[in-house]
């Protein structure tokens, strides 16, 4: 998964996941009532500050918060750049 966007100093661009569409159950979920996702994969970082390297990597699953940076568009895909001091957490 190449990307042609590096970020600056410690942001890092994520590639959210799906929102949901089903519930466990099997209800489907309306395009309206599906939520923002919180979870996504790293795709780009960059270099981190001098005194604070970054400790995420590409292709790491992390967790963020629900009004966590900054939505965009790139290449005709949507992403989220966040500065690593907003991910919550990495999964797995």
Not at 54 to 63: H, R, S, Y
Request: proline share 7%.
């Amino acid at each position: 998964m190449s990307v042609k966007f590096k970020p600056l100093a410690d942001r890092v661009l994520v590639e959210p996941s799906p929102a949901e569409t089903k519930t466990a159950s099997g209800i489907i979920i309306p395009d309206t009532a599906k939520e923002k996702p919180q979870e996504g994969t790293v795709v780009s970082v960059g270099a981190g500050k001098k005194e604070e390297p970054l400790t995420v990597k590409v292709g790491d699953k992390v967790l963020y918060g629900k009004y966590s940076g900054t939505e965009i568009k790139f290449e005709g895909k949507d992403y989220l750049i966040v500065r690593e001091s907003d991910l919550l957490g990495v999964i797995g």
